[in-house]
């Protein structure tokens, strides 16, 4: 159980991981993008800045002795800079001044074209470029005067410094893998908590299934006191049950049930009257009626607690008959649930093999033989058929052990079947 556990919980915690990483890593290389291309904006606009002052003044007083004192500092600028190309216009969009780098022509002839609707839109815009995986800016910088009126504006190409690109990059990679190391880290620490507190889950699932476990035997003993004064049959009831339930491949869910129905088949009789319940003789047909009433009391019993409830196929309909004769339903065939069509070969095997005391108990033979003549009748003909072929082996187990041992063999069934 433990191996599976640690299967499950470490394949939960590397999904769980994996999910995370993927998630919140998704969103630091979103931001780290926007970080750089705000990183970009910010320098083009800077340098871009450093041109529109010296375009403004131009503007004040244009001149020939101003526009070669502006193509001068333009291109001091410029030789300093990351702008591959600058343009000046004026408000009727003449271009007044150019500077652009040798290796600009190559570069803008692989970069897309631009509307007109870009240079006419009101205030500074960008646009990002990729070529190869070069990242350039293309700007443009209206120049206005004080009143608001559009003197004229600037166009740009900037080239973003690649050690610039690549250290923004670099520092968004490596808080990428911190962040991926982190939540390793935080998913690895978790393990030996969530092992812990389910070691302790365990430790009390495991006392809560004691004491459901006493209750069920407590219930068990007081319809046998009152019925019998011993639990044997109980014990060796539901151990035959066990025994078939194994043969015939029961899952452990199914078996818990069946040992909880085949212990607690007969709980409803507490709701019988001694007089009926303990009477020696052939009950009435009235008596026999309210004897029966005992299954419908049973399942009350069984159904109003949750940890039962899978007991109630056994306890309902226990009495039920494959031929459809049986009480309370009248269920035929498959209707009757499995764990019940299982517990009717071994109560009635029990029954014809035990003393009671209104009657010895038969030799193995003549109850073997009863219960093969009552197949496709009383009983399920595979389910019959299944036990008596391991009837003798069943019976030289169980049929002659005391109490005691009965209780025994009945705890290891407990322990197997409830962990």
């Given at each position: 159980?433990?191996?599976n556990l640690?299967?499950?919980?470490i394949?939960?915690?590397?999904?769980?991981?994996l999910?995370l990483?993927?998630?919140?890593?998704?969103?630091?290389?979103?931001?780290?993008?926007?970080?750089l291309?705000?990183?970009?904006?910010?320098?083009?606009?800077?340098?871009?800045a450093n041109?529109?002052?010296?375009?403004?003044?131009?503007?004040?007083?244009?001149?020939?002795?101003?526009l070669?004192?502006l193509?001068?500092?333009?291109?001091?600028?410029?030789?300093?800079?990351?702008?591959?190309?600058?343009?000046?216009?004026?408000?009727?969009s003449?271009?007044?001044?150019?500077?652009v780098?040798p290796?600009?022509k190559?570069?803008?002839?692989?970069?897309?074209?631009?509307?007109?609707?870009?240079?006419?839109?009101?205030?500074?815009?960008?646009?990002?470029?990729?070529?190869?995986?070069?990242?350039?800016?293309?700007?443009?910088?209206?120049?206005?005067?004080?009143?608001?009126?559009?003197?004229?504006?600037?166009?740009?190409?900037?080239?973003?410094?690649?050690?610039?690109?690549?250290?923004?990059?670099?520092?968004?990679?490596?808080?990428?893998?911190?962040l991926?190391?982190?939540?390793?880290?935080?998913?690895?620490?978790?393990?030996p908590?969530?092992?812990?507190?389910?070691?302790?889950?365990?430790?009390?699932?495991?006392?809560l299934?004691?004491?459901?476990?006493?209750?069920?035997?407590?219930?068990?003993?007081?319809?046998?006191?009152?019925?019998?004064?011993?639990?044997?049959?109980?014990?060796?009831?539901?151990?035959?049950?066990?025994?078939?339930?194994?043969?015939?491949?029961?899952s452990n869910?199914?078996?818990?049930?069946?040992?909880?129905?085949?212990?607690l088949?007969?709980?409803?009789?507490?709701?019988?009257?001694?007089?009926?319940l303990?009477?020696?003789?052939?009950?009435?047909?009235e008596?026999?009626?309210?004897?029966?009433?005992?299954?419908?009391?049973?399942?009350?019993?069984?159904?109003?607690?949750?940890?039962?409830?899978?007991?109630v196929?056994?306890?309902?309909?226990?009495?039920?008959k494959?031929?459809?004769?049986?009480?309370?339903?009248?269920?035929?065939?498959?209707?009757?649930?499995?764990?019940?069509?299982?517990?009717?070969?071994?109560?009635?095997?029990?029954?014809?093999?035990?003393?009671?005391?209104?009657?010895?108990?038969?030799?193995?033979d003549?109850?073997?033989?009863?219960?093969?003549?009552?197949?496709?009748?009383h009983?399920?003909?595979?389910?019959?058929?299944?036990?008596?072929?391991?009837?003798?082996?069943?019976?030289?187990?169980?049929?002659?052990?005391?109490?005691?041992?009965?209780?025994?063999?009945?705890?290891?069934?407990?322990?197997?079947?409830?962990?």
């Amino acid at each position: 159980m433990f191996d599976n556990l640690h299967r499950w919980l470490i394949l939960r915690l590397a999904a769980v991981w994996l999910v995370l990483s993927v998630l919140i890593g998704g969103l630091v290389h979103y931001f780290g993008n926007a970080r750089l291309d705000n990183h970009v904006v910010n320098m083009a606009e800077t340098e871009a800045a450093n041109y529109s002052a010296e375009f403004t003044t131009y503007l004040g007083f244009p001149s020939g002795q101003t526009l070669a004192l502006l193509n001068r500092k333009i291109h001091d600028i410029f030789d300093r800079g990351n702008f591959i190309v600058v343009e000046f216009y004026d408000a009727g969009s003449n271009k007044i001044a150019e500077v652009v780098k040798p290796s600009a022509k190559a570069v803008e002839t692989r970069l897309p074209k631009h509307t007109s609707d870009f240079a006419r839109k009101g205030g500074v815009r960008r646009q990002k470029m990729m070529v190869g995986n070069e990242t350039y800016l293309r700007v443009f910088v209206p120049i206005n005067s004080r009143t608001g009126t559009k003197l004229g504006y600037m166009e740009g190409i900037y080239h973003a410094p690649e050690e610039i690109i690549t250290q923004i990059k670099r520092q968004t990679l490596w808080s990428l893998i911190l962040l991926v190391l982190v939540i390793f880290v935080t998913s690895l620490s978790l393990y030996p908590l969530i092992i812990r507190l389910n070691r302790k889950l365990i430790d009390y699932s495991h006392i809560l299934a004691q004491a459901n476990i006493g209750m069920l035997e407590v219930l068990g003993s007081a319809i046998a006191k009152r019925d019998s004064d011993t639990n044997i049959h109980n014990y060796r009831v539901t151990i035959y049950s066990v025994r078939l339930g194994e043969k015939l491949g029961l899952s452990n869910t199914a078996m818990q049930g069946l040992i909880k129905g085949a212990f607690l088949h007969d709980v409803g009789k507490i709701a019988i009257t001694d007089s009926i319940l303990l009477k020696s003789g052939k009950l009435t047909d009235e008596e026999f009626e309210i004897m029966k009433t005992h299954v419908r009391h049973g399942e009350d019993i069984v159904c109003s607690y949750d940890w039962l409830k899978d007991a109630v196929d056994v306890v309902r309909c226990h009495h039920e008959k494959f031929d459809g004769s049986g009480y309370l339903g009248g269920l035929t065939a498959e209707a009757i649930p499995l764990n019940a069509r299982i517990f009717a070969v071994a109560d009635v095997f029990d029954a014809l093999t035990s003393r009671r005391p209104y009657k010895k108990p038969f030799s193995f033979d003549v109850s073997t033989g009863i219960i093969r003549e009552s197949r496709g009748t009383h009983f399920d003909p595979a389910i019959a058929d299944l036990f008596l072929e391991h009837a003798a082996s069943f019976y030289e187990e169980l049929c002659r052990e005391d109490e005691g041992l009965l209780r025994g063999k009945l705890g290891a069934c407990i322990r197997k079947y409830f962990g």
